[in-house]
């Protein structure tokens, strides 16, 4: 397995709604570039660890942009045991970004923001989480009436809601942790 790790400026990747804003004044700390790079750090080495562990081929990529640390784990061929990891819509995948999160939390006494993706997940959902944005925003055109989406996690919710906003409508998170979701509306 490899570590590579780099450091980007690129324009915002989707993934920062009003929950996830919050939970960056940790304290008042500010997000340092040296700090995003030690939590990619701390993170790879607890993803290697389980790579290793469960014997899954696989390399992790690091990437630092927008105050926020990005990890990759891809694989040079087909790998069953990456798909695993991502398990039914992402669900594997979200646990093992939360632990993750934890393994960095608990090295760094720092609260982690960082994202994990396995082969392209969540690329590949974000595709999706558009097309689900224009087929809202074209059912309100059609009937005016507002558009309930399906719950999804705060990455995905900022993914739709940047969507909608760009074809020109509104959209608003309604409800509580894993029933909170996106009412798209044309006011």
């Keep these: 397995m490899s570590v590579e790790s780099s450091e980007h400026a690129l324009s915002a990747e989707a993934g920062e709604d009003q929950d996830s804003v919050a939970a960056t004044a940790d304290s008042g700390k500010g997000t340092t570039a040296s700090r995003l790079e030690e939590e990619g750090d701390v993170a790879a080495d607890y993803l290697e660890e389980l790579l290793d562990i469960a014997d899954i081929d696989g390399d992790i ?33 979200e646990a093992l970004q939360e632990l993750t999160r934890l393994s960095v939390l608990s090295a760094t006494e720092n609260r982690s923001r960082l994202v994990l993706d396995i082969n392209g997940y969540r690329k590949e959902r974000a595709g999706h989480l558009q097309k689900i944005a224009e087929d809202a925003v074209a059912s309100v055109k059609e009937t005016g009436d507002a558009v ?30 894993a029933g909170r979701h996106i009412v798209v509306s044309a006011d």
């Design 61 to 93: 990529d690091i990437e630092v942009r927008n105050g926020r640390t990005y990890i990759s784990i891809v694989a040079e061929e087909e790998s069953a045991g990456l798909e695993s990891l991502v398990g039914p819509d992402g669900e594997v995948l």
């Design 148 to 177: 309930a989406l399906a719950p999804m996690s705060a990455y995905e919710r900022k993914i739709v809601h940047d969507a909608v906003a760009d074809l020109g409508f509104v959209s608003e998170s309604e409800g509580e942790g």
